[in-house]
């Protein structure tokens, strides 16, 4: 079993929809990342969160760690959000365990 | 948030020549570097973490004499992928973190854009 799990894999939805992708871990963590990879696979960091929510602009990012369970939340989709959303912990050498990535396409 | 560039953003390669990819922190010293590969619709997987000055740590599977990975000053790292083998393409990222920029005992993580190599 993956110690990240997504899901959905992948998602279209039509622009202005709201968005939401899930994130289960197995193992106790410091901190979850949620990351954005674009097509031409450069990464760019969204959050780094350890409890509660964070929000930054259109984005918000949940996280229940009794649960181990983070969501991330994309409101008033824009075709210009998709991109790979990917969800990562910590592993020992402070490097990051990924899950697989959702897929998302946002139509206009 | 801090700037992780690498050099080249892509490579195209005879096989059995060797390729050298940078990674550079741009504005913090990155104390900590990581090396990740990723395969075409798969997830990213470490292949090893550099320390400032001491050998790397590689993960199971990941020969070292074949990815040798420099971490000779704070601001650079480099991975050579060498005698490379078509199977050897693929997409490579660095990361980095600095403790100067940890925010919690979990230091945060930078990404530089990524190298794909493909090797014929």
């Known amino acids: ?108 | 948030g801090a700037v992780v560039s690498q050099h080249p953003s892509r490579v195209i390669c005879k096989s059995g020549t060797s390729v050298k990819i940078e990674c550079r922190s741009l504005d913090f010293q990155a104390t900590t570097m990581f090396w990740y590969r990723q395969f075409p619709k798969q997830s990213l997987m470490l292949m090893a973490t550099s320390n400032e000055g001491s050998k790397a740590t590689y993960e199971q599977g990941v020969e070292k004499d074949k990815f040798l990975i420099n971490h000779a000053s704070l601001t650079l790292s480099t991975l050579t992928v060498t005698s490379a083998h078509p199977e050897d393409s693929s997409f490579y990222i660095c990361s980095a973190s600095g403790i100067t920029l940890a925010l919690s005992s979990y230091n945060e993580q930078f990404f530089g854009p990524g190298t794909r190599l493909t090797v014929l």
């Open chain 1, 1 to 108: 079993k993956n110690e990240v799990e997504q899901s959905p894999q992948n998602l279209t939805a039509q622009e202005g929809e709201f968005i939401t992708i899930n994130c289960s871990y197995s193992v106790g963590i410091s901190a979850l990342h949620w990351l954005q990879q674009h097509p031409g696979g450069g990464i760019v960091s969204l959050f780094m969160l350890s409890s509660g929510k964070k929000k930054h602009g259109r984005l918000i990012a949940t996280i229940n760690i009794q649960e181990k369970h983070s969501s991330l939340h994309i409101t008033a989709s824009h075709p210009r959000d998709s991109a790979v959303y990917i969800c990562a912990i910590g592993g020992s050498q402070g490097n990051l365990i990924f899950g697989k990535g959702t897929k998302l396409s946002v139509k206009p």
